[in-house]
């Protein structure tokens, strides 16, 4: 029964970081210099009365709580407001971006996570050897590179074998779906391949610390003294217990999977999220920004939660 | 392992001899290799930035040159997209990159210090109410809340340092709450608290002497994470605009078609000054708190069979 406790928890956490995150954009974006109305009473000719009406059509002579309350009911409609930049509901805006960024980022995720994983457990099975040096300092190597800069030298490197931005070619002719599918692939492959080589390193070097922790437990004693085989001991045993922390901590880095968007669709101009908040922020775009931002938390809360649910099913000591 | 886990709580309870701040820097980096790379890595790129105005062999507000000039005898590195010299551009760059790093970690570990401490050594109803603040601001991801904040308050070189330092303190503050709570609870703690001693006098006198070197380490690793994130936000055009800093040069570079042009020399360079000190500190940090924490593991399994092998002392080699 501690189980259901521990998900009840789990998920009171994250409805109440969920209302923090909106609180936290209510008030950040209410601190803005000039609101709604005076941002539009810019134009020539403005009148009081002008000024007059638009308050009340925004709101903004109500008291603060209930134009908090009035944001809060919106959010709940999936109303995040109307984008300065092009007109259209945010939310329409930020749909579509989102199911762009999400294949993108999950591929590169995907792949950090299997080189990370495979690396890490080589580096502490073979521990001390040249082997394991190469592969911790390339990792912290990775670790270190700014993410646009790598991005950038991905497109050094590649200029001219792969396309450098954007996620279609426009001047394909009726393509077929075939077609269609590897001029994707042609386009996701070096966002991915950035998202990868930065977010490894880190994966390497926790999965190693995790690893080298559990072989020096007792119960890899035991199954070596069984004699099962280095293989089973490493898979079974070791890297199954080695897991648990691992979880925990990937579910930390989504923080830098979100950064890790923005800067990378940024250098490749992939359509995506992240995209869309380099935008906004050049156009001083606030509801997009603010939206997007409300996004990327809620995402980010979103995957910390199934870590947490992940990490009850894993871990058999949460469930006794 | 059960036995071996309760070592680290053994050799913490022992006081480590007294002993200056460099002095301990320099029982870190002996014995470890790692830790005195990271340590003259860091020091260089310091010097470099302290005597930046002497050795910057152009001015950085200067054209010399042809606009993308390739590296030449004159101009080691070639010159950027204004024709300025790019040597000249890194070693000022350098500088402030370094400031916004060290700034905003101080202010990172001011705020997460004074939440940990506070929370570990009065505990109860407090700890649970910081804590919590903190497990909230943990899960929402540092640079898109920078990106929302610098984009509101507007490009200026002591808001990007506010902002990087306001929101990077979160990790600082759970580290030093579990320190804190283990000091707290030391014999000549509770001695001094039985005299009478005040909360203040404790903690300045008792707690924060004992926590210091962590503040150190914290320090020297919030840098990397602070110029990390300083690159990011000048890439996303929200540095300010006349500070030239390793990431205005890397946003410069990307922005000014240098890769289109062929102009390498614009945009390697700065990327592997940001890598360079940013492993600099994480080695050297890795190694101090390495030092705190000397634990003795074993591994049972190893591709040369059977053997007992103790990991202390290698740094972060044996994270």
């Known amino acids: ?29 209410r601190a803005l210099p000039g609101n709604a109305v005076s941002n539009l009473a810019r134009v020539p000719h403005a009148t009081a009365a002008l000024r007059e009406a638009l308050t009340r059509e925004f709101g903004l002579d109500k008291p603060k709580w209930e134009q908090y309350l009035i944001y809060v009911k919106q959010l709940s409609h999936l109303n995040f407001g109307i984008s300065y930049a092009n007109q259209q509901p945010v939310w ?170 923005i800067l990378i669709e940024t250098v490749f101009s992939w359509p995506g999220i992240g995209l869309a908040v380099y935008k906004a922020v050049g156009d001083r775009d606030y509801p997009m920004l603010q939206g997007a931002f409300l996004v990327l938390t809620l995402s980010v809360v979103f995957f910390n939660f199934v870590a947490d649910l992940l990490y009850f099913k894993f871990d058999p000591r949460i469930n006794e | 392992m059960s036995i071996v886990m309760n070592e680290p709580e053994l050799v913490a309870e022992t006081p480590p001899p007294k002993r200056s701040r460099g002095g301990f820097i320099g029982e870190v980096v002996r014995g470890r290799p790692s830790a005195a790379v990271g340590a003259v890595l860091l020091g260089i790129f310091i010097l470099i930035a302290i005597f930046a105005p002497y050795i910057e062999p152009y001015n950085v507000h200067q054209q010399v040159g042809p606009v993308f000039a390739p590296p030449s005898e004159q101009h080691w590195l070639g010159l950027d997209d204004g024709g300025i010299d790019m040597v000249s551009l890194l070693i000022q760059g350098g500088r402030i990159s370094l400031v916004v790093g060290f700034a905003a970690a101080l202010v990172a570990t001011f705020i997460g210090g004074g939440i940990g401490i506070l929370s570990g050594y009065f505990g109860g109803a407090t700890d649970t109410a910081l804590m919590r603040f903190t497990d909230y601001f943990l899960v929402i991801p540092d640079v898109p809340l920078m990106i929302v904040v610098a984009a509101i308050w507007g490009p200026s070189l002591f808001h990007i340092i506010m902002v990087i330092g306001i929101l990077l303190w979160t990790g600082t503050a759970r580290i030093v709450r579990a320190q804190v709570k283990s000091v707290r609870e030391r014999v000549y703690v509770k001695r001094a608290r039985s005299l009478g001693a005040g909360h203040g006098r404790l903690i300045l006198l008792h707690v924060l002497p004992q926590i210091a070197p962590l503040l150190i380490a914290n320090v020297v690793l919030t840098v990397a994470v602070a110029i990390f994130d300083e690159t990011a936000l000048a890439f996303l055009g929200l540095s300010d605009p006349s500070a030239v800093s390793w990431g205005t040069v890397i946003e410069h570079a990307f922005e000014r078609t240098a890769i289109s042009s062929g102009a390498w020399w614009a945009i390697v360079p700065p990327g592997i000054c940001v890598a360079l000190v940013i492993m600099g500190c994480f080695l050297l940090g890795q190694a101090i708190e390495d030092a705190l924490n000397p634990r003795l593991k074993v591994a049972y399994l190893s591709v040369k069979g059977f053997r007992l092998r103790p990991l202390v002392g290698q740094g972060p080699s044996a994270l």
């Open chain 1, 1 to 29: 029964m501690r189980g259901a406790d521990y998900v009840i928890k789990r998920s009171g956490f994250a409805l109440v970081t969920i209302f923090v995150a909106i609180t936290l954009n209510f008030l950040l974006f």
């Open chain 1, 92 to 261: 329409n805006n930020l749909r579509t971006k989102l199911g762009n960024t999400i294949p993108m980022a999950a591929l590169g995720t995907a792949f950090a996570i299997v080189i990370g994983v495979g690396t890490g457990v080589l580096s502490a099975w073979r521990r001390g050897t040249v082997l394991d040096q190469v592969s911790t300092n390339l990792a912290i190597a990775f670790y270190a590179f700014p993410t646009q800069w790598l991005g950038l030298m991905l497109l050094i490197l590649f200029a001219g074998v792969l396309p450098a931005n954007g996620m279609s070619n426009p001047f394909l002719f009726n393509p077929t779906f075939w077609q269609k599918v590897v001029d994707l692939a042609k386009h996701m492959f070096l966002p991915s391949l950035t998202f990868a080589l930065t977010l490894y390193g880190e994966y390497t070097l926790i999965v190693r610390s995790a690893m080298l922790e559990t072989l020096g437990e007792d119960y890899v004693l035991t199954a070596r003294a069984k004699g099962l085989s280095t293989w089973q001991v490493v898979r079974k045993h070791a890297l199954r217990n080695a897991m648990l922390p691992t979880i925990t901590l990937i579910a930390l880095s989504l923080g830098y999977i979100v950064a890790g968007a």
